[in-house]
Structures are given as structure tokens and as C-alpha cells.
């Protein structure tokens, strides 16, 4: 359940660099320990592996994402566009989402991102709709891309 099921993350992370793998699995503790209650969404994709948090078991509700990539892991928010950002640190052209990249975790802004991941999380609580099944800290595969395009 939850934090404690890594079994198929760390599968799906694999092919990647150590120090990529180490980032990833960080930032995953980082936000577990501030969400408990939260589900992790995982998609093992064809160019990348993605996991997010979820306020239930819907993409909709996603308030931050990791998406690992060859040598560096993008920790993003779903709807980054509608966070406060004084320090203008996170990246992102599109209409939705944010993120930064992150390479070690010694660059990672610890403070200034429980800011933005509150924000990221209200925002979600208020745009989610009732739902028939509630999910609580679950650990949730969503998809497994058959073909994938992974670091060699």
C-alpha cells in the first residue's frame, strides 16, 4: 500500500542512470511524506516513465508529477500555470503545467516547493468532483507501455 509499494517503480526505472534513479526515488519520499493520504499514479510510457499524486485514482486530480528522463527527473505540477511563483523558477510554455528540472537533490528548493505543492493541492481539492470509489495512500499502475524508448 502506498509508500511501501516501490516494486514496479523501481522496475520501470531501471534502465536509467543511478543518479537519475536516486533523484526520482528522493523526490517520491519527498512528496509521500507530505501527502500520506495521497495516491500515487504510475505510467510506465513508451519515452518516459511518469508517477503523480493524486486526490483520487483520476489524472484529473494530480497536484505534482515526476517524469524521469535521461539524466535528470522533471518534478512538475498538473496545473502549474495557476501557482504563484514570485521567484519565476519553475519552466513551462504551455497553458497547464510547470515544472523544474532536477539533477541532484542538493539543488532541489525544499521550502519554496511545500509552498507550491500546497497551492497545487488545494487547487485540486477544489476542482475535484464526488466520486462512487474513494482511494486513500494507494500505490496505482495506470499503464505499461509494451514499446519503450529508455536510455541504453
Given amino acids: 500500500m502506498g509508500k511501501e509499494t516501490v516494486d514496479n517503480l523501481v522496475r520501470f526505472i531501471l534502465p536509467y542512470p543511478d543518479s537519475v534513479k536516486t533523484a526520482a526515488l528522493w523526490l517520491r519520499e ?3 511524506d507530505l501527502y500520506p493520504e495521497s495516491n500515487e499514479l504510475i505510467y ?5 516513465v511518469a508517477f503523480g499524486w493524486s486526490l483520487s485514482d483520476k489524472l484529473a486530480d494530480v497536484f505534482c508529477s515526476i ?4 539524466d ?4 512538475g505540477f498538473n496545473w502549474g500555470v495557476r501557482l504563484a511563483d514570485p521567484k519565476k523558477i519553475l519552466l513551462g510554455n504551455g497553458n497547464q503545467y510547470r515544472y523544474i528540472q532536477v539533477r541532484v537533490k542538493e539543488d532541489f ?5 511545500k ?18 470509489k474513494e482511494f486513500k495512500g494507494e500505490t496505482i499502475v495506470k499503464s505499461i507501455s509494451p514499446v519503450k524508448r529508455r536510455p541504453s
Fill in 30 to 32: 519527498f512528496v509521500w
Fill in 44 to 48: 510506465d510510457n513508451y519515452n518516459a
Fill in 67 to 70: 517524469a524521469v528522463a535521461r
Fill in 72 to 75: 535528470h527527473v522533471n518534478f
Fill in 109 to 113: 528548493p525544499e521550502e519554496y516547493i
Fill in 115 to 132: 509552498h507550491l505543492l500546497e497551492q497545487a493541492y488545494v487547487d485540486r481539492l477544489e476542482q475535484k468532483k464526488p466520486l462512487k
